[in-house]
């Protein structure tokens, strides 16, 4: 167990003993609660504070599950609030919790590119995987309507192929750019890119 799951641990059993002590003293001023000045004062702030113990123990299992319940639509997930969910999955460093509900989304679209993307971002930038995102960026730049997606799709496989210092790869890459979109912007930082990659090959 490494040192962050020690101190989930830590935190999950103060809780446990929280709502514990919390409920006995629930029952040992329950008879009390027969004065509506103490039910109001005393009583109603204790139940709230142990539902909110509750929920924060078991809410997130809860919620996720009554979430998969809620987001089907006629068989079909709703993207918004799985976007909202992996999102802020990602935001508390549940990267794989996250990933997984992106490819939810996935099985139900194979096309959506906005999963892609996000999924590939995970991939790149926190887990260093690049060849999960390698195929990311593959499947946004086969699946992607925009031509600034399709390019930036590229460029980041170009990215990839450089880490291995693959320079024949990434000029492959790149004049894909300069193939699908010629007389470009886009074409123009491609060739210069290329020159510059010659030189290492």
Not at 172 to 183: S, T
């Amino acid at each position: 167990m490494g040192p962050t799951e020690k101190r989930e641990f830590g935190h999950l059993i103060l809780k446990i003993i929280a709502l514990v002590v919390l409920v006995f003293i629930a029952f040992q001023i329950a008879p009390l609660a027969a004065n509506p000045f103490i039910f109001l004062l005393l009583y109603v702030p204790l139940l709230l504070l142990i539902g909110f113990v509750v929920w924060d123990l078991f809410g997130g299992p809860l919620s996720e599950q009554i979430s998969s319940f809620l987001f089907q639509s006629g068989g079909k997930i709703s993207k918004p609030k799985y976007y909202s969910k992996a999102r802020s999955l990602v935001m508390q460093n549940k990267l794989e919790e996250a990933i997984k509900l992106y490819q939810k989304i996935l099985n139900e679209d194979n096309t959506d590119i906005t999963a892609y993307s996000e999924m590939a971002d995970i991939y790149f930038e926190k887990l260093k995987d690049y060849s999960a995102a390698f195929n990311c960026y593959d499947k946004i730049e086969q699946y992607a309507q925009e031509s600034s997606d399709i390019v930036f799709a590229i460029n980041r496989k170009v990215d990839i192929y450089l880490i291995d210092k693959n320079y024949p790869k990434a000029i492959g890459e790149l004049e894909k750019i300069k193939k699908r979109f010629p007389k470009t912007k886009d074409s123009i930082r491609a060739e210069e890119r290329i020159k510059k990659l010659k030189k290492f090959t």
